[in-house]
């Protein structure tokens, strides 16, 4: 059970006093102290991928806020996303930190067909986009430069003149994304687009997303994407922290944008349930929204918090990464070449800006890119966009747990949005469109690449 020893001891203590207390116990925990909180279930088992975003689930657990809500919790690494969902889904797992595509991917069936729902957004921003220095040194020279250095945000402008090379050469370009619904893939896809180049579509007989590709895309699991295109089988891609920063840190690649510069503000991952385990356990739900909201407000709270985190992420339980490399890009830097570390304090946001609220229209954002590029393979009106994003996103169990937090004087109402579940028309694209998700046709229209209304392959 991944954990710190000075954990383990507090855990070992909490849970030993109370059974000394209450005499029989269910797995581990006593019914009597179970009771006290009104939950349903006690004992949580849930799953996280090696990557920093799992911090609020591994600060919820390592500064006691499950515990607060009297909740015993194991966090436990997964191999990769599905075999993540599939644990969820077979309740192996009572949830788990996922991509935000994939509670969507499930509800329309693409992939694994499943009802997932999430009330909680982990966090905002956080990924990039690497080339291989092979890459990179062909792109630079193309670049615009002020002050000496490379003038970002980097744009694939210059890329597509460098696949456009190796294309008239015979030779594919190669990039990874981490899961056909992740938001790595779409930024990957969105990027690449506003810069000329056709990232592929996906269709009934193409489900590797590949036809009338200019750059071939493919799943890499996350720790494993330096290695993978260090040895020349990737020529770049598309990852969250701290698998940018690695490339830096070993020599073998250069971030060229990250997701923050290509949608200012993205959502990233969430916490995801079954809609039966949260049927269940409506208690325990709200709970566990709660700890994870006061995890989400503690990584925010100061520089300190964020050094601490940072300790406690690079353990081999959790992220497993050096220190050096997670604190590049969780302490208000992002490092671009080697040496070239610049100012990001927006690149990983944990609360700040509404960050954990599940907002129906960044559910209707993944749902447009689901059928911008096939995975959607039909036209769907504008209202069934709204309806499935209110299928899987739960505001309602988020702000049941946010006023909660108000009456314990744990937080403030001006921590929390007034919405009506929209964030309104969103600028801060790498391509200037303007997004509006209560019109996702008319969205889906503005793109000169890929599918829109009308459109089939």
Known sequence: MPQSSSRTLRRRQWLGGAAALAGSTVLGLPRAFAAKGGVEKDTLKFGFIKLTDCAPLVIAYEKGFFEDEDLAVTLEAQANWKVLLDRVIDGQLDGAHMLAGQPLGASIGFGTK???VTAFSMDLNGNAITVSNAVWEQMKPLLPT????????????????????????????????????STHNYEL?????????NPGYYTEGDITGTAKADVLLSV??????PATMEAGTINGYCVGEPWNQQAVFK???VPVITDYDIWRNNPEKVFGVTRGWAEKNPKTHVAVVKALIRACMWLDASPKNRAEAVKILSGSAYVGADEAVIANSMTGTFEYEKGDKRPAPAFNVFFKDFATYPFYSDAVWYLTQMRR????GQDKPDNWYLETARQVYRPDVYMTAARA?????????????????????????????VYDGRKPNDYLAKFPIGLKAGDKL
């Open 146 to 181: 002020e002050a000496g250095k490379v003038k970002h945000p980097i744009k694939a402008d210059a890329l597509k003149k460098v696949v456009d090379k190796w294309k008239s050469q015979g030779k594919p370009f190669k990039m990874g994304m981490v899961f056909p619904v």
């Open 251 to 253: 020599g073998v690649g």
């Open 405 to 433: 937090l108000i009456t314990e004087g744990k937080a403030k109402e001006a921590d929390f949005p007034k919405t009506d579940g929209f964030k309104g028309p969103q600028d801060g694209f790498i391509d200037g469109i």
């Open 220 to 225: 890499t699991p996350p720790p494993q994407m």
């Open 373 to 376: 590029w096939g995975q959607i």
């Open 189 to 197: 896809r969105y990027w690449l687009a506003a810069g000329g180049l």
């Open 114 to 116: 499943a009802d997932i």
